[in-house]
């Protein structure tokens, strides 16, 4: 095993988010933009500090990174960008806290981009959809044979096992959309403001028993940009960094749930 401790030698020096909505009609090198400004800005950094990229979502949704560099004329000494769903973005921050601590990188930008206003055909469940329509080869190709078109339907799977493993049920589940529902309610920047208690959550129509309608998330348009650097560079940045205290491996193969 390899001896390489990175705790509390990396760290997030800025964030920044660009507009969220339902169809913004912006193309996602647009919205990228406006996050990688916004984070630089967070960080008191300029645009050429930044030398270091990686982009967790590319062409059709999101903006290609080879892209968004020549367009805003960034010259990186490393580069990344991986398709895949919503929970492997943070292993691009994993990625970035490796890149610093190896001198590859002074300041990694982890970015994800996403617009679903210009798809012609649907992303994330029903006819059309792009994941369920994989031929075989795909993380999903072999799902829509059991109606498996949608990030929903696979976690509706996953919820009825822990239920049924854990003796858990959807009334207790409930107090996790809740909580994030009153969290967003104080973000001005957030789509679903609307608090809700538990009742109302039960109270949601069925979309895949045993999830409620209260359980889902939107699906928008928008971007997210994280700075990451060295610890010892980001003590001497615009914030008070954010140390990288731990990570954790993502685990796939044929039993792991691999919808976003």
Known sequence: M????LKDRAA??????SDF???LMRSPIDLASDAIAIALDDAGLARAD???MIVSFGSPIGADGDTLAQLLGLKLRTY?????H??????CIQWAAMIV???LANAVACLAAVSFSGLRRPMMGGSGDREGAREAGGGHGEDPVYGMTSPGAG?????RRYFERYGCSSRELAAVPVAFRKHASMNPGAIMREVFDIDDHQQSRFVCEPLHLLDYCLINDGASCVIVTTAERARNCKKPPVYISGMQGLPGGHDEFIWA
């Open 21 to 23: 909505g339902r169809r």
């Open 50 to 52: 930044l030398d270091g």
């Open 86 to 91: 919503g929970r492997f973005t943070a292993s």
């Open 80 to 84: 990344n960008q991986t398709w895949a």
């Open 101 to 103: 601590n190896a001198d």
């Open 155 to 159: 976690a509706a799977l996953v919820a």
């Open 2 to 5: 390899a001896n390489f401790d």
């Open 12 to 17: 997030i020096a800025g964030v920044g988010n």
